[in-house]
């Protein structure tokens, strides 16, 4: 099975399909027994985590859901032997006697249910620990998205600064503005190449980063324009300038929509990602509830078998004393097996002398 796993790498991919490894542990446990189903199953275990799972030629697992699959499949494994092994135990139990039969089926019914809520809580294990995994996920989006606006914010605000600085030099001629403008489109760049890493897993964002950097950058050259016009010509020149028209605030406008838009886009991702969260919140209570309370219901139900057994011996060994105790007559109970007698009434003291 395995290297029939292994020969279907360029098909499957890196997907562990973890199911035909059940193959080999049903048939151990169907034919063998309990050991042979356990010893396949644990073979199973390191083959699959050493040949199926990355990184390969290793014993760790760092998929948290391949690792999730993994443990699910040893508790099946560990299940079909267990069942297995109860089967075969029925089987030899079917020539039994017809008392010996009845409570080797109370005891079948009662591992039957410790057995079934051992799964029932071994799966709530299982899906809590993807749970988490999948809570840990959303939460680092989260705040990936939280970074991603941060990084716009940022962004817009120094270029808020630099729009600033510039209109107090154009207006005083104050090389003062003229430092403090210089100083805030200098980040620019840096900024940018922040906000290009925070989205670089998200093929829209990281196409609308080259965009938003050029309209920065024209905005940003316009106003190196008006900045030297009104060193070299004066207020005056760029008052007349402006009466022909005011381009600078047309790509300010621009770089505002694209601000807005990557903004836009990645509150809709936040949206979902905190639905997935909670989402990822109410299956995991969803399931460790109804998985808990399947498992006290079917151990209520071993418990029961249980004391219905024992009270039924109770009530069968008060009787069988109590025939013993008063009967007159000489009753033994004998073992062919060793010859030897288990049980006497008191009447054999009466009737033949000794005890």
Not at 43 to 53: K, R, Y
Not at 339 to 354: E, H, N, Q
Request: cysteine-free; hydrophobic content about 50%.
């Amino acid at each position: 099975v395995l290297l029939a796993r292994i020969g279907r790498d360029p098909w499957v991919e890196d997907r562990p399909l973890f199911i035909i490894f059940l193959i080999p542990i049903v048939m151990s446990a169907y034919l063998g027994g309990i050991w042979p189903g356990l010893f396949a199953t644990a073979l199973v275990a390191i083959s699959t985590d050493w040949f199926v799972l990355p990184p390969y030629g290793s014993l760790r697992i760092e998929n948290p859901l391949y690792l999730a699959q993994w443990l699910f499949m040893i508790l099946e494994g560990t299940l079909i032997s267990v069942l297995f092994a109860e089967l075969e135990r029925w089987r030899r139990g079917a020539r039994d006697e017809p008392t010996q039969r009845k409570h080797a089926a109370t005891e079948r019914k009662v591992r039957a249910g410790f057995a079934a809520a051992l799964a029932f809580l071994g799966t709530i294990g299982i899906v809590s620990y993807l749970s988490v995994v999948r809570l840990d996920a959303n939460v680092r989006l989260v705040a990936h998205s939280h970074r991603v606006m941060a990084s716009i914010d940022a962004l817009s605000a120094t270029m808020m600064e630099a729009a600033a600085a510039a209109r107090g030099f154009l207006i005083s001629g104050n090389e003062r503005y003229a430092a403090d403008y210089t100083r805030a489109t200098g980040r620019l760049d840096g900024l940018l190449l922040e906000l290009a890493d925070a989205v670089r897993a998200d093929p829209e964002q990281a196409a609308q980063v080259p965009v938003f950097g050029d309209a920065i950058r024209a905005r940003v050259a316009r106003s190196d324009e008006v900045i030297q016009l009104r060193r070299s010509a004066g207020l005056q020149a760029v008052q007349e300038s402006a009466s022909r028209g005011y381009p600078g605030i047309a790509l300010q406008t621009r770089v505002g929509e694209i601000a807005e838009s990557m903004k836009t886009h990645e509150m809709a991702l936040l949206r979902q990602r905190e639905a997935q969260t909670r989402r990822s919140s109410g299956i995991t209570r969803a399931v460790i509830v109804g998985g808990s309370t399947l498992a006290l219901i079917v151990l209520g139900l071993a418990l029961f078998a249980i004391r219905r057994d024992f009270a039924g011996r109770e009530r069968a060994e008060g009787e069988l004393t109590r025939f013993f105790d008063l009967s007159l007559d000489v009753f033994v109970i004998a073992s062919g097996a060793d010859g030897k007698f288990k049980r006497a009434s008191a009447a054999v003291t009466d009737v033949l002398g000794y005890t």
